[in-house]
């Protein structure tokens, strides 16, 4: 396939998973619109090592005045995107029963109304043009956890089923839900993560390139044949 005539956006792209994902489709060829929120630094320095290849765009991508912006900002630097990667989020930290209703709505608002906000502006500037989409979900949808975060991925990986269906024929909704992977989320909790990747069958975490691969794949004419699946990519760890 080629890589060169696609344009993709990565909510969340200076850091972690997001950046391995711009990183990726960039060194494949891809013009890549790597949005941020506070990370400018980080999204200036990966601009700069992919040179009119990566287009960096601040916005609060659970805002849809700033999503509406990033799309206007990106189609006039690279044309209509046609790969969309829903990456930007949150993780929970208030364990039950301190968690208020209220903070219950912003994780809702960041990881699953934010990707719904992206999705439906991107669908819209398709006008029935040929794309493709990846949710970043969560392992962590399949086990006890955190109630707003657990919450907030199992709503987006519901809704790469549903909107699959009301995408087709001409764009495939997909998700990647990782398991223990190796970026700042995890920055105060390396002995937890050493821990989780010990008990995964595959003994080890992920590195946030292994779970740009599978982005990669669902993204490309390979998974032609593929849409509303939710790719676990967790080491083994869910079955442990
Ligand atoms: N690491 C793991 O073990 C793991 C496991 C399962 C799923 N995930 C999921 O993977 C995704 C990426 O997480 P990560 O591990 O790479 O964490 P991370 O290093 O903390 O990165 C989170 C990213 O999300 C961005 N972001 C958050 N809210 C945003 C908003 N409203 N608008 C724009 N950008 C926003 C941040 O942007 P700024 O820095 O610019 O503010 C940052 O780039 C998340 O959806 C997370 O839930 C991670």
């Not at 790597?34 to 040179?51: C, F, H, K, V």
């Amino acid at each position: 396939m080629n890589w060169s005539e696609r344009v993709v956006l990565v909510t969340g792209g200076a850091r972690g998973i997001g950046r391995a994902c711009v990183e990726a489709f960039a060194s494949r060829g891809a013009r890549v619109v790597l949005n941020y929120r506070t990370s400018g630094d980080e999204a200036l320095a990966i601009a700069a090592d992919y040179r009119k290849t990566v287009f960096p765009v601040q916005g609060d991508v659970s805002r849809e005045e700033a999503i509406r912006k990033l799309f206007d900002a990106a189609v006039t630097e690279f044309g209509a995107i046609d790969t969309l990667v829903n990456n930007a989020g949150i993780v929970g930290r208030t364990k039950f029963p301190d968690l208020t209703g209220d903070a219950f709505l912003d994780m809702l608002n960041a990881n699953t109304v934010g990707p719904y906000r992206v999705t439906r502006e991107f669908f819209q500037r398709l006008e029935g043009r040929p794309g493709a989409v990846v949710n970043i979900g969560s392992m962590r949808a399949f086990l006890p956890t955190s109630v707003d975060y657990a919450a907030s991925k199992t709503a987006l990986h519901n809704m790469t089923v549903s909107l699959a269906k009301a995408m087709a024929p001409k764009v495939r909704v997909n998700a990647v839900a990782p398991g223990f992977t190796d970026t700042d989320m995890h920055a105060g909790s390396r002995d937890r993560l050493d821990a989780e990747g010990k008990k995964a069958l595959l003994e080890r975490y992920s590195t946030p390139q292994d779970i740009a691969d599978a982005v990669t794949f669902l993204a490309s004419d390979r998974a032609r044949s593929i849409t509303g699946q939710v790719l676990l990519v967790d080491n083994g760890r869910s079955l442990a």
